[in-house]
C-alpha cells in the first residue's frame, strides 16, 4: 500500500486589486525617497530612527513580494510559506520606514496653532516618505492577510478553515501587553512625586504635573489593554475595542520599532549608566524597548479579541 502524502499545493490567490494597490503605495514610498533631496526644507530629527537604506530595502520588498503574489501558479509550502515571510518583513519594515510620522504630526501642530508642543521644524521631504510608508505598511499587511487566506482555502473574512477544530482563546498577549505598558507611567509617577529613580538629581522633574501629562495616553492604552485581557471587554463596545487596539498598535509600532533600533544604539555607544539629559541611558531604553514589546503584544492582543468574539460568519457554510 502507497502511503506517501502528494505535496500539499495552494491555488487559489484571491482577488489581485488588494496587492496592486499595496505594490502601488511601495512602489511610491521608493519614489517619494528618490525625491527627498531634491525638496527643501530637510530637518534631521528622525536621522536617528531608521538604519540607512531601509526605506527602499523596504519599498522593494513590498512591491516585489505583491507582484510576486500575484503570479498565477499553484503555490506549494515551501515557496507559499517563503513569500509570507518576505511579506511580513516587507510590511514591518514599512512601519518602521514610517517611524517619526508622530513627530511630524506635533510639529506641524506646533507651526499652524503657534503651540509651544514640539519645535516648529518640520522634515518636509521625509514627511510624504513616511506618510507612504505607512500606508504601504497597512496595505501590504492586508493584502498579504488576504493572500494567505486564499492560498490556505481559507474564509476570505474571518480566515477560518473548513473542518479545522475551534480556536482556543488566547489572553496571554493582552496580559504582555499590559505589563510592557507599566514602565513609562511608572517611572513617570515616581518622578514627579521626587523619588529619582534613573535621575541624576532628586528635583529634575520633581512635582512636575506638566511633565507628568504624556503619561495620560499612555493610561488609556493600559486600560485598553486590560479590556482586551477580559473575557467580555469591561462590557465596552466591540468596535471601539477593535478600533482602539488596531489604531494603538499602528501608533506604538511607528515608535516602537525606531524606539528599539535607537534604544541598541544607545546600549552599544553609552552602556546602561550614563545620564543622558539627567536621566540614566537604561531608563530609555527600557521605555524604547516596552514600547515596541507594547506595539507586538497589543496587535496580538487585538487580533485574538476580534477572533474570539466575531460570532458566526456570515459567509462560511453552517
Known amino acids: 500500500m502507497n502511503t506517501t502524502h502528494p505535496r500539499r499545493s495552494h491555488s487559489g490567490t484571491g482577488a489581485p486589486e488588494p496587492r496592486l494597490a499595496a505594490a502601488a503605495a511601495a512602489a511610491l514610498t521608493a519614489i517619494a525617497v528618490a525625491a527627498g533631496p531634491l525638496l527643501p526644507g530637510a530637518a534631521d530629527y528622525t536621522d536617528a530612527f531608521v538604519p540607512p537604506g531601509l526605506p527602499v530595502l523596504a519599498a522593494a520588498l513590498g512591491t516585489g513580494g505583491m ?156 486600560a485598553l489593554s486590560l479590556a482586551l485581557a477580559h473575557p467580555r471587554g469591561f462590557g465596552a463596545p466591540r468596535w471601539l475595542l477593535l478600533a482602539g487596539g488596531w489604531f494603538s498598535a499602528v501608533v506604538l509600532g511607528t515608535v516602537g520599532l525606531p524606539a528599539a533600533y535607537v534604544a541598541g544604539r544607545t546600549l552599544l555607544d553609552d552602556g546602561l549608566l550614563t545620564a543622558i539629559g539627567g536621566i540614566s541611558s537604561w531608563v530609555y531604553v527600557t521605555f524604547y524597548l516596552s514600547w515596541l514589546l507594547w506595539a507586538a503584544a497589543l496587535t496580538c492582543a487585538t487580533w485574538d479579541y476580534q477572533q474570539r468574539t466575531r460570532g458566526h460568519c456570515p459567509a462560511c457554510p453552517g
Open 67 to 222: 507582484l510576486a503574489s500575484l503570479a498565477g501558479r499553484r503555490w506549494g509550502e515551501a515557496s507559499r510559506t517563503a513569500l509570507l515571510a518576505v511579506i511580513g518583513v516587507a510590511a514591518v519594515a514599512l512601519l518602521w520606514t514610517s517611524g517619526g510620522l508622530v513627530f511630524d504630526l506635533l510639529r506641524i501642530a506646533s507651526l499652524v496653532t503657534g503651540a509651544d508642543v514640539m519645535p516648529a521644524e518640520v522634515d518636509w521631504p521625509g514627511v510624504p516618505v513616511r506618510l507612504t510608508a505607512l500606508a504601504a505598511a497597512l496595505l501590504v499587511a492586508v493584502a498579504g492577510l488576504r493572500f494567505a487566506r486564499a492560498t490556505a482555502n481559507a474564509c476570505a473574512r474571518c480566515g477560518r478553515v473548513p473542518g479545522a477544530p475551534p480556536r482556543t482563546p488566547a489572553r496571554g498577549p493582552a496580559v504582555v501587553a499590559v505589563v510592557a505598558a507599566l514602565p513609562y507611567p511608572v517611572l513617570k509617577t515616581l518622578w514627579m512625586l521626587g523619588v529619582n529613580v534613573g535621575l541624576a538629581s532628586d528635583d529634575t522633574f520633581a512635582h512636575d504635573a506638566l511633565a507628568w501629562l504624556p503619561v495620560l495616553p499612555v493610561l488609556v492604552g493600559l
